[in-house]
């Protein structure tokens, strides 16, 4: 178990104004093993999120080791022992599914920075939930859009077998709308090599595939050994194609085509001040969309903060966070009746930069104002 807390005197070396003492915030997050830095970029994009809130914070930051149990068990200790109001951080839908209900029961508020599965955008959505990321159908939805813009009719579609995966081939497929053949992976493999196999047997005109962290790697990886890519294009949503995985896989990885709700080539100021407040505090780490998303958190936490005066008033800081009072990182953005974004989708391309190494370049608009098929099931 990995512990953190962000304490009083980074606040008083921000000089920040308010309450007696920083609101504190958990954070139940995945810091071990190969998708160990999915959680790395979310609790330091929710630290630099709250920081240009100014808003005073302490967070509590416990490693899930992506284990629903002990997940489970942070969230106890916080909502419990520590008295925490606000939780947030969780990286994957398994965990999510076991510590979001806890928390919504002990009348804590949960706000999501990453993972939000369909059963809880629905009819188990709840006052006290939030999600600043997308709901999870919905992020893949974008890349089933691309591929039929593109001219594609038949798919191979490949995701882990847990609740992130089927919500990602779920929506691929409804915006795809063609031929889709559904291959489900384990949550922990490493070894794709049957998966290769099957995609020559089924020789689909496109594949998608969601693998976040340390499997995306790998997958992509063995996609080249296999020696398919760049012959059967390959259209991927943001999880699988993040700047970390990019990174690892070199120029392979150009001519992919991806889709996003952010990317580091935005020009609206709230991203470019968060692309530069990045640099300067992690200049070695590339930034991805789970620091973005944890950072527009920040913001929206940090600005319900401000407006409530702390977390004394759950119900008033609940109205300060459905209000949502800040200026997104992607632009325009805004809570469905599910309290799940409304947000743009682009389509990307991986090209080569001055240097021969791969890089996310946005394209064109690809969805507009996209909320959610679940919000309608969603009565509050």
């Not at 809130?53 to 068990?73: H, K, W, Y």
């Not at 038949?154 to 709308?177: H, M, S, W």
């Not at 595939?209 to 080249?224: D, N, R, S, T, V």
């Amino acid at each position: 178990m990995k512990r953190l807390l962000t304490s009083a005197s980074l606040l008083v070396a921000l000089a920040v104004p308010a309450f007696a003492e920083g609101t504190k915030i958990g954070v139940i997050t995945t810091l071990s093993g190969p998708a160990g830095y999915l959680g790395e970029q979310i609790r330091d994009g929710l630290t630099l999120g709250l920081q240009a809130s100014g808003a005073p914070f302490e967070l509590v930051v416990e490693d899930d080791g992506r284990d629903p149990n002990t997940g489970v068990q942070a969230a106890d200790r916080m909502l419990n022992e520590e008295g925490i109001k606000v939780l947030t951080g969780i990286v994957f839908s398994n965990v999510s599914g076991a510590v979001v209900p806890e928390t919504l029961d002990a009348g804590a508020i949960y706000v999501s920075p990453n993972a939000a599965p369909s059963p809880l955008a629905g009819e188990k959505c709840h006052p006290n939930y939030f999600v600043v990321s997308w709901q999870n159908d919905s992020l893949h939805e974008a890349s089933g859009a691309a591929a039929k813009k593109m001219g594609f009719t038949t798919a191979v579609a490949l995701a882990p077998n847990y609740q992130a995966g089927k919500d990602a081939i779920a929506g691929f497929a409804r915006e795809f709308g063609g031929e889709v053949t559904e291959i489900y992976t384990g949550v922990e493999q490493s070894d794709f090599a049957g998966e290769m196999a099957q995609i020559r047997d089924k020789a689909p005109q496109v594949v998608f595939q969601f693998h976040p962290g340390g499997q995306g790697i790998a997958f992509l990886k063995q996609y080249q050994q296999a020696g398919l890519l760049g012959t059967v294009p390959m259209v991927l949503s943001e999880p699988s194609y993040d700047a970390v995985i990019l990174k690892a896989v070199g120029p392979a990885a150009i001519g992919i085509t991806g889709t996003t709700h952010w990317n580091a080539d935005f020009e609206n100021e709230a991203s470019k001040a968060m692309v530069a407040a990045w640099a300067a505090a992690h200049p070695d780490v590339p930034l991805t969309t789970y620091g973005q998303q944890a950072y527009d958190t920040g913001l929206l936490i940090g600005s319900a903060l401000n407006k409530a005066g702390g977390d004394g008033d759950v119900a008033a800081l609940q109205a300060a966070i459905k209000a949502a009072e800040f200026t997104s990182t992607r632009g325009s953005f805004a809570f469905g009746p599910n309290q799940h974004p409304v947000q743009d989708w682009y389509m990307t391309a991986i090209e080569a930069d001055e240097a021969g190494n791969p890089k996310i370049v946005t394209k064109e608009k690809i969805r507009e104002a996209v909320g959610d098929v679940y919000a309608a099931n969603c009565k509050m």
